[in-house]
C-alpha cells in the first residue's frame, strides 16, 4: 500500500471526521445543544465503520459510511440555513435543542473576546459584546468543515467501493 492511495486517503479523512466531530460534540455538550448531540454520535458511529471498512477490505461498511454522509452533508445544510435564519428558522426555534431549557450554542457566551453582561438575573439571553466572530459564524463555520469532509470522504468512498469490489 503507497502512502497516496485512495484508501490511505480515506483513512486519513475518516480520522480528521473523528477529531472534527468529537471537538464539534464536546461543545454541544457543553451547550445542550441534543440534537446536534444525537447526530455526532451517529456521525461517529458510521465513521468508524468506515474507517474499520477501510482498512478491512469491507465494501458493505464503506457503502453505509458513504450513504450517511450524504445524510450528513443534508443535516449540516440545514444547521447553517438555522444559523443564517433563512425562512422560518431561527436560532430561537426548538429544532437543535429539541425543546429543552437553556439549551443555546456553547460559543454565543464563550467566543473569543466575548464579554458578557446578564442584565436580569431572569434573562435566559444575556448581553454578549465584543465578540471577534459572532457565534453564527462559528457553528457555520464547524458545519461548512463537515461538509467539506464528508463530501471528499463520499468521492473517497464510493471510489474505495469501487476498487475493493474490483479484486
Known amino acids: 500500500m503507497s502512502c ?9 479523512l475518516c480520522f480528521l471526521q473523528l477529531l472534527a466531530t468529537v471537538e464539534r460534540q464536546v461543545f454541544d455538550f457543553l451547550g445542550y445543544m441534543w440534537a446536534p448531540i444525537i447526530g455526532n454520535f451517529f456521525q461517529i458511529i458510521c465513521v468508524i465503520l468506515g474507517l474499520f471498512g477501510t482498512y478491512q477490505y469491507r465494501p458493505r461498511y464503506i457503502v453505509v459510511y458513504c450513504t450517511w454522509a450524504v445524510l450528513w452533508v443534508a443535516w449540516n445544510i440545514f444547521i447553517i440555513c438555522v ?48 465578540c471577534l466572530l459572532d457565534f453564527k459564524y462559528v457553528e457555520i463555520i464547524h458545519a461548512a468543515i463537515q461538509i467539506l469532509l464528508a463530501i471528499i470522504g463520499f468521492i473517497y468512498g464510493i471510489y474505495g467501493v469501487y476498487l475493493f469490489t474490483e479484486e
Open 4 to 12: 497516496c492511495s485512495g484508501r490511505c486517503t480515506l483513512i486519513t
Open 83 to 130: 444559523y443564517l435564519e433563512l425562512g422560518s428558522l431561527t436560532v430561537e426555534t426548538p429544532a437543535l435543542t429539541l425543546g429543552a431549557p437553556q439549551s443555546i450554542s456553547w460559543w454565543r457566551e464563550h467566543g473569543i473576546g466575548c464579554q458578557v453582561s446578564n442584565t436580569t438575573s431572569s434573562s435566559t439571553n444575556p448581553v454578549v459584546t465584543g
